[in-house]
């Protein structure tokens, strides 16, 4: 049986391509899952196709009250909390000419929210004797990429203050940890394909040294790694789930392209 079997997590902005591969990891394993999120029809579907240890709730990371109440949902259902995925994000972004209110909306839902979620599930997670939260970092964090302000400066301080958040919640037995994941076959993705993962791809090579896009699952490993007792050492850094997207200098990007070329 797996270590993690009984345990509750709550996964914020799961009503995803992304969403379903963490969520069916974290299922596969024998955990519960509440999964959190504001898009209901496409969440409720996922939840429902899972079975009842997977509950959907709507749920506005933006928004106290309604973070209050996912808690106490999980709580009620389920018993506790012992792990937290933050994973909401919004693509809002229009680079250097990002007005004040969608810079403001960007860094509420892709930063500030899931730093509250996790002051909150705090205490929550305490009662069971400690937990473990990941945030979504993105290779947006850590370089420039074009048309990008708002997100790559949410997942750049979410890479930052991992370690802070990690620091101040150790009385409590919690670590803090996130993964950055590359391009990632996702919804957007999807969508910006019209559903050809080989275009994807194709496109993503000369970024990756794996060649390719990541598949949610390959994301969903880390998670589950980083909350496992496996895990039991690491504490406020972040895993690259990137294919070597960050790893890559010129030289390899130039090869890469000739390599698609001949
Ligand atoms: N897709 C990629 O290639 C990629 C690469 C690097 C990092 N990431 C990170 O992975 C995570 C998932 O990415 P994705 O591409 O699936 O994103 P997405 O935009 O498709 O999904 C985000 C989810 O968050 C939800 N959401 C938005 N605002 C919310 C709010 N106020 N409260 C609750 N939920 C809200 C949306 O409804 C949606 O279901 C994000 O953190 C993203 O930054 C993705």
Not at 3 to 14: C, M, P, Q
Not at 166 to 193: D, E, F
Not at 200 to 218: S, Y
Request: hydrophobic content about 45%; aromatic content about 6%.
């Amino acid at each position: 049986m797996s270590e993690l079997a009984g345990k509750v997590v709550i996964i914020t902005g799961a009503s995803t391509l992304l969403g379903q591969g963490i969520v069916s990891a974290f299922a596969r394993e024998g955990v519960r899952v509440v999964m959190a999120d504001i898009d209901v029809e496409n969440g409720q579907s996922l939840a429902d196709a899972m079975g009842d240890d997977v509950v959907f709730v709507h749920t506005d990371i933006t928004d106290d009250a309604s973070i209050d109440a996912c808690i106490q949902t999980a709580v009620d259902r389920f018993g506790g909390v012992d792990y937290l995925v933050n994973m909401a994000s919004t693509y809002l972004d229009n680079g250097i000419a990002t007005s004040r209110e969608d810079w403001l909306t960007s860094l509420n839902i892709n930063l500030v929210g899931g730093q509250i979620f996790s002051q909150k599930i705090a205490p929550v997670m305490e009662r069971r004797g400690g937990g473990a939260i990941v945030n979504f970092g993105s290779i947006a964090g850590k370089v420039s990429q074009p048309g990008r302000m708002t997100y790559s400066a949410a997942k750049a301080a979410i890479l930052r203050i991992t370690g802070n958040a990690a620091m101040q919640l150790q009385p409590q037995n919690i670590r803090v940890n996130s993964v950055s994941p590359g391009w990632t076959w996702s919804s957007i993705m999807k969508m910006a394909t019209g559903d050809t993962r080989e275009k994807a791809d194709t496109v993503a090579a000369p970024f990756h040294i794996m060649g390719r896009t990541g598949n949610p699952d390959e994301v969903a490993e880390a998670v589950l790694f980083l909350c496992s007792e496996k895990a039991r050492f690491i504490n406020g850094t972040d895993i690259a789930v990137d294919g070597g997207y960050t790893a890559l200098g010129p030289e390899g990007m130039e090869d890469a392209v000739a390599k698609l070329m001949a």
